[in-house]
């Protein structure tokens, strides 16, 4: 069975950066649209940024656009989501996807144990 290992959260101050990290192992990641997502107390998850099968083509929810950037690395297997400018909004467990079955929906319940990130006043 695939494993997804989401890494590099942490507890920041708010305009602080992390740069959070989406691994796989059993799988490779190299022909799938990869998407990032978070969940806060309380709420649904909820999309955030997605980056295409070869990087070309970006997306980003309104209220992270100019501050957070999704890329990858194909050689390493691995998707980075870097986070600038960061608010105590962005407080939450961050976790990434592939579009496995190529539908846009990331349904399939692969998801990772998520990175917890926390931002302080």
């Known amino acids: 069975q695939v494993q997804l290992v989401e890494s590099g959260g942490g507890l920041v101050q708010a305009g602080g950066s992390l740069r959070l990290s989406c691994a796989a192992s059993g799988r490779t990641l190299s022909s799938y649209a990869m998407g990032w997502f978070r969940q806060a107390p309380g709420k649904e998850r909820e999309f955030v940024a997605t980056?295409?099968?070869?990087?070309?083509?970006?997306y980003y929810v309104d209220s992270v656009k100019g501050r957070f950037t999704i890329s990858r690395d194909h050689a390493k297997n691995t998707v980075y989501l870097q986070m600038n400018s960061l608010k105590p909004e962005d407080t939450a467990v961050y976790y990434c996807n592939a579009d496995w079955d190529y539908t846009g929906t990331y349904s399939t319940d692969y998801w990772g144990q998520g990175t917890q990130v926390t931002v302080s006043s």
């Open positions: 980056i295409s099968w070869n990087g070309d083509t970006t």
